[in-house]
C-alpha cells in the first residue's frame, strides 16, 4: 500500500519554526520526486518546494525562497520541509505529493500520490 505520511504541523506564532516531514513506504522512494503544497483556506492549493534526488533537482515557489528548506534522507524514505520566519500568510494545510520529476509549474496532473495533509498555523 502506498502511504505519505505528513507530521509536524502545528501553532507556532510569526517568526517561528516547523519543520515538516513526508514519510514514503510502498513504493520505490528513490524514483519519484517529492514536492509539497499547500491550501489556505478559501484558495486553490500551490505548489511550494520540490526535491529530486534523482537528478538533483531543488525548487522553491518565489514566497519561501529564502525561509523554507527542503531535504531528503533517502535511507529513511522521508523527504523534510524546515520551514524559517513564518507569517500568517504560510498558514495552510500542506501536502506531501510523489510524481516522477519536480514540475517548475507544480501541475497537479503529473502527481502520482498524495498524503492527507498536516495543518499550519501562524498567528500573527
Known amino acids: 500500500e502506498v502511504q505519505l505520511v505528513e507530521s509536524g504541523g502545528g501553532l507556532v506564532q510569526a517568526g517561528g519554526s516547523l519543520r515538516l516531514s513526508c514519510a514514503a513506504s510502498g513504493f520505490t522512494f528513490d524514483d519519484y520526486a517529492i514536492g509539497w503544497f499547500r491550501q489556505a483556506p478559501g484558495k486553490e492549493r500551490e505548489g511550494v518546494s520540490c526535491?529530486?534526488?534523482?537528478?538533483?533537482?531543488?525548487d522553491y515557489v518565489a514566497s519561501v525562497k529564502g525561509r523554507f528548506t527542503i531535504s531528503s534522507d533517502n535511507a529513511k524514505n522521508t523527504v523534510f520541509l524546515q520551514m524559517n520566519n513564518l507569517k500568517p500568510e504560510d498558514t495552510a494545510v500542506y501536502y506531501c505529493a510523489a510524481s516522477p520529476f519536480c514540475y517548475s509549474d507544480y501541475d497537479e496532473d503529473e502527481v502520482n500520490y498524495w498524503g492527507q495533509g498536516t495543518q499550519v498555523t501562524v498567528s500573527s
Open positions: 526535491i529530486s534526488e534523482s537528478d538533483g533537482d531543488i
